[in-house]
């Protein structure tokens, strides 16, 4: 009865995919990519090709709960803008290219200090540890000096994707400058923090591609960054022959953590103190350092909680455990339990519908990549109580809305 009911709602997400096909063009679809992506990792997951443990059916409905709510808002009808955003400022575009080129140099220093600190050659598994701070035989060493640090960091970091964004549309004009600073400074912050950032970027550079209908213009981009995704796959893992089952339990994993969560929850509800973290987490922090006695931030107890390895599987071959990404729903879950999933995702979808309205232009486009993007990794996590990933969609609303001479009328 469970396998039934499942492709009941299966059933239903790809006959109103299908119906949002027809009804909508492709540049304006925003539940399209995230409908498809979410149908691949559900399918995945009910026929459990990580071999995790048994998931329960009310898992699944939540998630169910999550994507029709989001869905649902795409029926709404009201008036279209009509007007078109295709400029930016040059002054504003050199402002954020000199941004670009210091953090360049930013990046070359930590280089140069995990190099140092690292053998890379040797012992590259330890870049992972060192770059988060994990202690490695009981001794702690970190990247960063201080978190204010590793917060201005970040700052740039946030930035570099902003230029990334804007060097899309640079690309069509064969304006690549921009484009390959960027990718030289993502290879780096690669090299030394062992992470797959450019998987994010391979994605949203896909989604804009396919939207523009470019798939074979930005072919060769897609595949320069899907070779440095393999070499520091290779790096951390010294081989290739697990990026199958890794792709397998990082993606589905998550949904298999989720359903573990769900059978421990212990009943605690933040009531939106997650969904608002990226402003109240910064104020207990700043009240803790003028000495007034509060406790910790929500999302501090729940990082915590997630940080602890589960044993999710017996016979998975790429790895047993799992921790920290357990999908959007959890946090949603954990502030208001399932009426936050349905009415954040409402919520976020209502925004959606307004910016695809009243955005149009490359840019528009560019922006809209960033947001399916947004909604493609809440197979992870909630990105929307993340400061550093709700900026960028505020600065590039203020470049293209706000700046003056940035509109002109549709013919």
């Known amino acids: 009865m469970d396998s039934i009911i499942f492709f009941i709602f299966y059933t239903m ?57 989001f869905n649902i808002t795409i029926l709404i009808r009201k008036k279209n803008s009509s ?40 012992e590259y598994w330890k870049v992972r540890f060192v770059y988060f701070g994990i202690p490695i035989d009981n001794i ?53 923090s062992a992470g797959r950032e450019f998987i994010n970027y391979i994605i949203i550079v896909s989604i804009y591609a396919f939207k523009k209908k470019l798939i074979s213009k ?25 990026v199958y089952m890794a792709l397998i339990t990082y993606f589905s994993g998550s949904i298999s953590y989720f359903d573990y969560l769900m059978k421990v929850d212990d009943g605690i509800r933040y009531t939106g103190e997650l969904l608002l973290s990226s402003v109240i987490a910064p104020a207990k922090m700043v009240l803790r350092f003028l000495g007034v006695s509060i406790g910790n931030s929500g999302m501090s107890d729940v990082g915590m909680k997630l940080m602890k390895m589960v044993k999710l599987s ?45 955005i149009k232009g490359d840019y528009g486009i560019v922006l809209f990549s960033y947001l399916e993007f947004l909604m493609i990794l809440s197979i992870f996590s909630f990105k929307f109580m993340d400061l550093y990933s709700v900026f960028p969609i505020i600065l590039i609303i203020l470049l293209i809305k706000y700046n003056g001479e940035t509109m002109k009328d549709i013919k």
Not at 224 to 237: A, G, K, P
Request: charged residues 10%; glycine residues 4%.
């Open 218 to 242: 930005y072919f060769k981009f897609i595949l320069i960054m899907c070779l440095v995704v393999l070499m520091m796959t290779y790096l951390r893992e010294g081989s290739l022959s697990k």
């Open 140 to 192: 702690t060493i970190t990247l960063f000096n201080t978190s204010i640090s590793g917060h201005i960091y970040n700052a740039f970091k946030m930035f570099n994707l902003i230029n990334f964004l804007i060097s899309l549309t640079e690309l069509e004009s064969k304006n690549s400058k921009r484009f390959i600073l960027v990718v030289v400074n993502m290879f780096l912050f690669s090299l030394f």
């Open 13 to 69: 997400l790809v006959l109103f995919t299908i119906y949002t096909i027809k009804r909508k063009k492709i540049i304006s679809n925003y539940v399209l990519i995230f409908n498809i992506w979410w149908l691949f990792w559900l399918l995945i997951s009910f026929l459990n090709l990580g071999n995790f443990y048994a998931i329960d059916l009310k898992t699944y409905l939540y998630i169910y709960a999550g994507l029709f709510s």
């Open 314 to 358: 017996d016979t998975n071959s790429f790895t047993n455990y799992y921790n920290a990404l357990a999908t959007s729903f959890y946090w949603q879950f954990k502030d208001f339990g399932l009426a936050g999933i349905i009415g954040i995702n409402f919520s976020i979808g209502l925004l959606y519908n307004y910016l695809y309205r009243t």
């Open 83 to 122: 007007k078109e955003y295709n400029y930016v400022k040059p002054y504003l575009l050199t402002i954020l290219l000199v941004i670009e080129i210091v953090y360049l140099f930013i990046n070359i220093f930590y280089f140069y200090k995990m190099s140092n600190t690292v053998n890379m050659f040797e």
